[in-house]
């Protein structure tokens, strides 16, 4: 037991073994505490049977265990180097963009202290005679989606 139990110490740096009975059951608790941020790879193996069926399924269990927590361990691994390699491939775009330098802004448009720009209001002036008249809005798409047998959108409203 103990020789399976080495290579599985080895691999986590660390495991816990707790034993308790309840009744004529003994439960076995099998706790990684690796240095891993994972939780996966923290959880504990927890078997609970008579110390009879222990002794014959308790090193099969821990093989088992030990290849998945493996199995795991590398593939939390893997997907870190992918994340990091990744980052640095954005880092670079990120450097290369901000290189080439960026358009400068087109100014915004000049516009009055009430939010009216002049040019405008010097159309709604002229045509209105003085005062600013409300804009109308005709559409032209209303007879065309009628001809063509589809809804018209504003006949809706």
């Given at each position: 037991?103990?020789?399976?139990?080495?290579?599985?110490?080895?691999?986590?740096g660390?495991?816990?073994?707790?034993?308790?009975?309840a009744?004529?059951?003994?439960?076995?608790?099998?706790?990684?505490?690796?240095?891993?941020?994972?939780?996966?790879?923290?959880?504990?193996?927890?078997?609970?049977?008579?110390?009879?069926?222990?002794?014959e399924?308790?090193?099969?269990?821990?093989?088992?265990?030990?290849?998945?927590?493996?199995?795991l361990?590398?593939?939390?691994?893997?997907?870190?180097?992918?994340?990091?390699?990744?980052?640095?491939?954005?880092?670079?775009?990120?450097?290369?963009?901000?290189?080439?330098?960026?358009?400068?802004?087109?100014?915004?448009?000049?516009?009055?202290?009430?939010?009216?720009?002049?040019?405008?209001?010097?159309?709604?002036?002229?045509?209105?005679?003085?005062?600013?008249?409300?804009?109308?809005?005709?559409?032209?798409?209303?007879?065309?989606?009628?001809?063509?047998?589809?809804?018209?959108?504003?006949?809706?409203?």
């Amino acid at each position: 037991m103990f020789q399976q139990l080495e290579a599985f110490v080895r691999e986590t740096g660390k495991v816990t073994l707790t034993l308790k009975m309840a009744g004529e059951q003994m439960a076995v608790v099998v706790m990684p505490g690796g240095d891993s941020k994972e939780t996966a790879l923290r959880q504990p193996l927890v078997l609970t049977a008579t110390p009879a069926a222990l002794d014959e399924g308790f090193v099969d269990a821990l093989r088992t265990f030990e290849g998945a927590h493996r199995s795991l361990a590398e593939q939390v691994s893997a997907t870190t180097e992918i994340l990091q390699a990744a980052e640095k491939s954005q880092a670079g775009k990120a450097q290369k963009a901000l290189s080439k330098g960026s358009k400068p802004a087109l100014p915004a448009p000049a516009s009055t202290a009430d939010g009216n720009d002049e040019g405008d209001e010097e159309e709604q002036t002229e045509e209105g005679g003085g005062k600013p008249q409300p804009a109308t809005v005709t559409s032209t798409l209303a007879p065309a989606a009628a001809d063509a047998g589809q809804t018209d959108l504003l006949s809706l409203l």
